[in-house]
């Protein structure tokens, strides 16, 4: 990512102000959390972190990154908030050239947000057993955002083929996203459990 990157994350969060304000975690992490053997998670794109803290408050150790301060504040006030701050480590990142260490998982986590090469990165992150959920926008006729950049959205069963590799899915599913979102979008989600290196 590139300060124009930068800049326009900052702007999206200006702009879209409700997106700073506390939100209930993603469903298919709270349905699928148990799956999970470890306490050290990885939370990518964090933003304004509704999954960042649920993950604290069970009791898991976090790295969360994104790449705007506006969204990374919000998140420092909640986790203030909540006395949550000593489990999480928030992190500033540009996350093209964010360098994941191997074997350093037991969960990742991709919400909203769509990098085909970060996830082939985090992936490695993952210890064996490791589960890494990915859950973003699709593309699909119904989606209500029409200029969504195509670049950006899953084409049917792609996270199928992405944890085709040494990693078993434990659960697949394309849905309608939350109604609090801004945009009726169709998504995908996948909950994949590495299974070796």
């Known amino acids: 990512m590139s300060l124009q990157d930068k800049q326009k994350w900052d702007e999206k969060y200006i702009k879209k102000s409700q997106l700073l304000k506390p939100r209930k975690p993603s469903i298919n992490l709270v349905n699928h959390l148990d799956k999970c053997s470890g306490k050290r998670a990885l939370d990518l794109a964090c933003g304004a972190g509704r999954n960042t803290v649920y993950l604290a408050q069970n009791g898991f150790k976090v790295d969360a ?4 301060q506006i969204a990374l504040d919000a998140l420092h006030v909640e986790l203030k908030n909540e006395n949550l701050l000593e489990k999480v480590n928030i992190k500033l990142t540009d996350l093209d ?6 074997d350093s998982y037991d969960l990742a986590l991709m919400c909203n947000f769509l990098d ?32 969504s950049n ?6 049917e ?7 085709n590799d040494g990693y078993e899915i434990l659960f697949y599913d394309e849905y309608d996203n939350e109604p609090h979102e801004i945009y009726q979008m169709k998504k995908q989600v996948i909950v994949a459990k590495k299974i070796r290196q």
């Open 65 to 68: 990154l994104d790449i705007a």
């Open 97 to 102: 050239k964010f360098e994941i260490q191997k």
């Open 116 to 147: 085909r090469e970060l996830i082939q990165k985090a992936k490695q992150s993952l210890s064996v057993n490791g589960i890494f959920i990915v859950e973003t926008y699709m593309i699909d006729e119904s989606n209500e955002k029409k200029d």
């Open 150 to 155: 195509q670049d950006y959205l899953l084409k």
């Open 157 to 163: 069963d792609e996270l199928k083929q992405i944890f």
